[in-house]
């Protein structure tokens, strides 16, 4: 069955400083790849997919993530980070041609001062 | 303005009494999900409804049922809640399967004693 991993649970970054959260995920065959981003007593919002085609893909704020099938990854980086990027983030996978979502445990992002 | 809308927001109960989450979405949509959200295990897909007359179990189905009526509507029910299903429940609508976004609700956080 089809899993997700997001090793950390917690990330604190100080603002303007460049952040990763890794995203891994268990089965290398068809997949759809996410990243939603969750605001503090707010459902989840879409920040970037990956459905096929170029493995670089980007959101309008900054962030970018890399599909690596290889090592079946996915994680989400930005360059630069602000204040306003404290949130929860969750990636979230689904195989090809089904109608079932796998999300990871979420990691907190923390942008400090 | 398009939306998922849940109700209630709050819920307080005790074990047993059986209640019913709603969801609406007027986007129009063919696939809608329910989830849970807990501390330390991310999302996890509840049910999920592919269109009208037409649902699937996700991965935590025990406790809960789902009925699919309508296009817009995809109620969530708790026969006879326990207190193993105090948590955040959120609904989402998309279109299509795994490839598509999913729009979420704003949350239901149940409580039951």
């Known amino acids: 069955a089809q899993s997700v991993t997001q090793l950390d649970s917690q990330v604190p970054v100080f603002e303007e400083a460049p952040v990763e959260l890794r995203c891994n995920y268990s089965s290398s065959v068809s997949v759809y790849l996410f990243w939603y981003v969750q605001y503090p007593n707010q459902g989840l919002q879409l920040l970037l997919k990956?459905?096929?085609?170029?493995?670089l893909v980007e959101s309008i704020n900054g962030f970018e993530a890399e599909f690596n099938k290889s090592q079946t990854s996915f994680h989400l980086r930005k360059p630069s980070v602000h204040i306003s990027d404290t949130a929860e983030y969750f990636c979230?996978?689904?195989?090809?041609?089904?109608?079932?979502?796998?999300f990871g445990t979420g990691t907190r992002l923390k942008v400090l001062a | 303005e398009a939306q998922v809308t849940q109700n209630p927001r709050y819920l307080i109960t005790v074990t047993g009494k059986k209640l019913t989450v709603t969801c609406s979405q007027n986007m129009n949509h063919e696939y809608m999900s329910w989830y849970r959200q807990d501390p330390g295990l991310g999302l996890r897909q509840i049910y999920y409804?592919?269109?009208?007359?037409?649902?699937d179990k996700g991965d935590v189905p025990e406790g809960y049922k789902v009925s699919r009526k309508e296009k817009r509507n995809f109620p969530l029910i708790l026969e006879s809640p326990s207190p193993n299903q105090t948590s955040l429940y959120f609904c989402?609508?998309?279109?299509?399967?795994?490839?598509?976004?999913?729009?979420f609700g704003p949350g239901t956080r149940l409580t039951v004693t």
């Open positions: 989402a609508s998309g279109v299509g399967t795994g490839e598509g976004e999913q729009y």
């Open positions: 409804s592919m269109n009208v007359e037409v649902t």
């Open positions: 990956y459905l096929s085609g170029s493995t």
């Open positions: 979230a996978v689904s195989d090809s041609g089904t109608y079932k979502y796998i």
